[in-house]
T-cell receptor
Framework: NAGVMQNPRHLVRRRGQEARLRCSPV?????VYWYRQLPEEGLKFMVY????????ESGMPKERFSAEFPKEGPSILRIQQVVRGDSAAYFC?????????????????FGPGTRLTVL | EDQVTQSPEALRLQEGESSSLNCSYT??????LFWYRQDPGKGPEFLFT???AGEEKEKERLKATLTKKESFLHITAPKPEDSATYLC????????????FGSGTRLQVQP
């Protein structure tokens, strides 16, 4: 069984360029989460998506960041006009359940991450 | 706002020397407490979910316990391959699915 897949694993961008990070959830999972891990800091929630819907984007920076999870294909985290402070590891997680009344089965399984370096 | 504090920040053990990692939390109604293991350069690997005070779960040399204010990850007779960062996270009942993580405990087990 394939777990969560992320690509690229490493991404180098110059200031002002765009970064696109891709995440394919565990087969059968329809809930995707993005987290960011800054150097020497813990994991911070960014956004939660279901197919074609953004459910919770309370952790997303207001500008330059966007996320989508289309009906077909992987989830994409897009960072426009990157700055050095965007350098971090970005992790995607997926779960099989997400809504109320699911009995609490909401374990999130993480991918290997994309390490973004902004020069 | 949910908060998670893990201690110690770093722990060095000799092989076979048992110990415990602590995770203290403040949450507006605990939906679940999660333990993960993270190796350098990799993503967090799911270990356990605990839902209510008094609950315990075990996996090989690891045992997780939960009270109303904290969780412990007990490591019995650790081996060098148990060396990793152990992360604790909580999810609350507000309807948000986001996990709030602690900063982790870096465990090093020496042979």
């Amino acid at each position: 069984n394939a777990g969560v897949m992320q690509n690229p694993r490493h991404l180098v961008r110059r200031r002002g360029q765009e970064a696109r990070l891709r995440c394919s959830p565990v087969k059968g999972h329809s809930h995707v989460y993005w987290y960011r891990q800054l150097p020497e800091e813990g994991l911070k929630f960014m956004v939660y998506l279901q197919k074609e819907n953004i459910i919770d984007e309370s952790g997303m920076p207001k500008e330059r960041f966007s996320a989508e999870f289309p009906k077909e294909g992987p989830s994409i985290l897009r960072i426009q006009q990157v700055v050095r402070g965007d350098s971090a590891a970005y992790f995607c997680a997926s779960s099989p359940y997400g809504g109320a009344g699911t009995g609490g089965m909401n374990e999130q399984f993480f991918g290997p991450g994309t390490r973004l370096t902004v020069l | 706002e949910d908060q998670v504090t893990q201690s110690p920040e770093a722990l060095r053990l000799q092989e076979g020397e048992s110990s415990s990692l602590n995770c203290s939390y403040t949450v507006s109604g605990l939906r679940g407490l999660f333990w993960y293991r993270q190796d350098p350069g990799k993503g967090p690997e799911f270990l356990f979910t605990l839902y209510s005070a008094g609950e315990e779960k075990e996996k090989e040399r690891l045992k997780a316990t939960l009270t109303k204010k904290e969780s412990f990850l007990h490591i019995t007779a650790p081996k060098p391959e148990d060396s990793a960062t152990y992360l604790c996270a909580v999810q609350d009942y507000t309807g948000r699915r986001a996990l709030t993580f602690g900063s982790g405990t870096r465990l090093q087990v020496q042979p």
